[in-house]
């Protein structure tokens, strides 16, 4: 059994105030190779967290993060993570952030900016790759953030919430153009978000989370073939992955203990 | 989506123009009210052809000259110690918890003093010469320009630090790549505020312990009842001021275009 990520019973505590919360309590999920795993649930629920464990930028306080076999002990270059803010370095322009983590490798000049382009040109972005980023959109910003993390060849890409900033129709774009790129430069991706259709439509495999302490609540298979298009997204099939998501998501029994009727949750709430 | 980046710029700089004549009438309608209220009311204030007149034989004299020299070479000596040693500091306090704890009841306490209360002490340690004048212009810049580069590393947007970092950089290429880039707009205002308060200190240094510059040509005019001169210190007090602020904000505006304005 060799895994790509695996998340070993992996807890989270933080403290606050004084008191002490658990934000996530023993997670146990493998992701294989090449494969698009999506996080969805309530906030509160830890897939954010989860998400920054495995980029080795919060330690665990329980449990085994292991990345190709070995203990995550920090971020490295094989992990790639696009964050929901898109954190492009404002004093750079598309070009010099999508060499930023080759600049760091210590490629030389040329063979960044061939690398560089190349992204650039695969996210769309060459008539602005002198642009600095405060004249692009919410939605080039983050493709520029994409190019910038497949820039350093990444195994794995970790994404925050990434679209959720953007309007519902430059979502779907970006959902399609983020397939796209995958494709064509295949990579082990987990993928945070809140909105149910996303993860459904972007993944080989929906994790559903559930909150307070956050934990894993259920994996649902997307037995959806790629590429997707508009005609998957419309489908029968599609309808019936993402209504068996949303009564995950959304029908969460809480940390009521099993066999509590639903109606009973409901008049309380 | 290359008009959205020149939209801004563009209007911004046909409020501008828009603004330059209006700028125009305003200065010459002061100095014709200051002519109106001298030859009208007799208010014992010189009138601007006066002062003109004063300022010209001040200039063929090379005294002015040399007053503006003395005081803005201490201005900058102190500006310039000031700036270089703040800005080390202040990164010190942002980087390291420890140095931030060590040194910032400091830095916090003499803020709260006036760098002019400074000036009985100072000339009576250091003695009458340049350096006490210096030292109270260095206080007054590095205090100010501390703060602003401190607050300034505080500040910076920990994602920015945390996209670095996942992109294979160590503490020393964030510091060099991430904390100086994201902290210059911070230092820029410390540098402006600390240049204000360095020129407004050195006239008042100069007031009370000098023998050159523009404050004490104004104290020495002030013996003899010569209010053209005390009047011609003052405007070239104000233009220099101006001239100087003027120039830091280019430099500002040059180095932080990069900044989403609105």
Not at chain 2, 131 to 155: R, Y
Request: charged share 20%; hydrophobic share 50%.
């Amino acid at each position: 059994m060799s895994a790509k990520i695996s998340f070993q019973n992996v807890s989270r505590q933080f403290a606050h105030h004084g008191a002490s919360f658990l934000a996530l309590d023993r997670l146990s999920v493998d992701v294989a190779d090449g494969e698009f795993v999506t996080l969805v649930g309530p906030s509160g629920c830890g897939k954010s967290t989860a998400l920054a464990i495995a980029a080795g930028l919060i330690e665990p306080t329980g449990g085994e993060m292991i990345v190709d076999g070995r203990n995550v002990r920090g971020p490295g270059p094989e992990r790639g993570v696009i964050f929901q803010q898109y954190a492009l370095f404002p004093w750079l322009t598309v070009r010099q952030n999508v060499e930023f983590g080759l600049r760091i490798a210590g490629r030389s000049a040329s063979e960044r900016r061939a690398t560089a382009q190349r992204f650039i040109d695969l996210v769309g972005l060459a008539d602005f790759a002198d642009s600095l980023p405060k004249v692009l959109s919410g939605g080039m910003k983050q493709r520029c953030a994409i190019a910038r993390a497949y820039a350093v060849d990444p195994t794995i890409l970790l994404m925050d919430e990434p679209f959720g900033a953007l309007d519902a129709l430059t979502r779907v774009q970006m959902q399609d153009q983020l397939l796209d790129t995958w494709n064509r430069e295949r990579r082990t991706v987990m993928f945070v978000t809140h909105d149910v259709d996303e993860a459904v439509y972007l993944a080989n495999r929906v994790v559903v989370m559930a909150a307070r302490p956050g934990r894993l609540a259920e994996i649902i298979p997307v037995d959806l073939p790629y590429p997707r298009s508009e005609a998957i997204r419309l489908s029968q099939e599609f309808a019936e992955i993402r209504n068996r998501v949303w009564r995950a998501v959304y029908h969460q029994p809480s940390m009521a203990p099993q066999g509590v009727a639903q109606e009973d949750l409901g008049e309380t709430r | 989506m290359s008009e959205r980046a020149d939209a801004p710029a563009t209007s911004r700089q046909r409020a501008a123009r828009r603004r330059t004549p209006l700028n125009v009438v305003a200065i010459c309608g002061g100095i014709a009210l200051w002519a109106a209220a001298v030859s009208f009311y007799r208010v014992g204030l010189p009138s601007p052809e006066q002062v003109l007149a004063r300022a010209i034989e001040l200039i063929r004299s090379g005294q002015l000259f040399a007053d503006l020299v003395a005081s803005l070479s201490r201005v900058l000596a102190g500006f310039a110690l000031g700036v270089t040693l703040a800005i080390p500091i202040g990164f010190l306090m942002g980087w390291y918890p420890t140095a931030r704890g060590l040194i910032e009841p400091f830095v916090q306490f003499f803020r709260m003093i006036p760098p002019l209360a400074v000036i009985p002490l100072a000339i009576v340690t250091m003695g009458i010469g340049e350096t006490p004048k210096v030292f109270v212009i260095f206080l007054a810049v590095f205090l100010s320009s501390v703060i602003a580069t401190f607050q300034g590393v505080v500040s910076v947007d920990k994602t920015l630090i945390n996209a670095a970092r996942v992109l294979g950089a160590g503490d020393g290429t964030i510091f060099r790549r991430v904390i100086i880039p994201a902290s210059t707009p911070f230092i820029l205002v410390g540098m402006r505020i600390g240049l204000g308060s360095a020129w407004a200190t050195v006239v008042a240094a100069e007031l009370i312990a000098a023998q050159s510059g523009l404050g004490f040509r104004m104290q020495q005019a002030e013996l003899y009842y010569d209010l053209a001169t005390i009047f011609v210190s003052l405007i070239t007090i104000g233009v220099l001021g101006l001239a100087m602020d003027r120039l830091l904000l280019a430099l500002e505006t040059r180095l932080t275009q990069w900044q989403e304005r609105m």
